[in-house]
């Protein structure tokens, strides 16, 4: 069966650090994957979605990037980090890139918290 | 561009009462619609969802859900709320997004369980 990893699970990192957070995947092979975060109140935004090695697509302009060096890996990072980078960020997989109904499931997520 | 709302923000329901959790789509063709629960601090965990056919689809623990065309809605529903369905719920429709499949989320409803 597919299972999907995230870590760290929490992160506490001051304002102007680096973030590398990293997502994997088992048990299927070519996923899309995508990176989400989750605010307070705000529900869940789509940040990145990739469908291959390299392939990245970025659906909101923002101080993070992504990056997939391998097929079951897919990571997210950020150079410097800003307050407004706190939040809950979920990583997801599915398979049946050409359908609007594959379905999405999720990683356990990692809490991150700049201060 | 598509759109999910749930209208409820919180909802409190006492242990053995029924439950309905509303959601409502925008969408310019037949919709894929999901619904997913998160536990505080987990991932999200798919309950059911719709693609056709019948549209009252079953989902994992009691949970159903009823598609209306005319209403664009996706209800969520159980005959008899547990004290461990406390949680988040969240609503979705799956669309392409430049050839790739991606879900819009609502912002989710906060269900609160008393004894």
């Known amino acids: 069966s597919q299972t999907i990893h995230q870590w760290p699970a929490t992160l506490v990192q001051p304002v102007g650090s680096p973030l590398s957070l990293e997502c994997t995947v088992e048990?299927?092979?070519?996923?899309?994957l995508y990176w989400y975060r989750q605010a307070a109140g705000r529900g869940l935004q789509l940040l990145f979605y990739?469908?291959?090695?390299?392939?990245i697509s970025s659906e909101v302009p923002q101080n993070l990037s992504a990056s997939r060096p391998q097929d079951r890996q897919f990571i997210l990072s950020s150079k410097k980090l800003l307050l407004s980078d706190s939040g809950f960020y979920l990583c997801a997989w599915s398979i049946g890139a050409a359908t609007r109904g594959a379905t999405q499931y999720f990683g356990p997520g990692t809490r991150l918290t700049v201060l | 561009a598509q759109s999910v709302t749930q209208p409820d923000i919180h909802i409190t329901v006492s242990e053995g009462a029924s439950l309905e959790l509303r959601c409502n789509y925008s969408y310019g063709a037949t919709p894929y619609l999901f619904w997913y629960v998160q536990s505080p601090g987990q991932g999200l965990q798919l309950l059911l969802k719709y693609f056709s056919g019948d549209t009252l689809v079953q989902g994992i623990k009691g949970f159903e859900a009823e598609f209306k065309r005319s209403q664009s809605s996706f209800n969520l529903r159980k005959p008899s709320v547990h004290w461990s369905d406390a949680a988040e719920y969240f609503c979705a429709v799956g669309a392409m997004n430049s050839g790739y499949s991606t879900l819009t989320f609502g912002k989710g409803t906060m269900l609160l369980v008393s004894p």
């Open positions: 048990g299927t092979s070519n996923p899309n």
């Open positions: 990739s469908v291959g090695i390299g392939q």
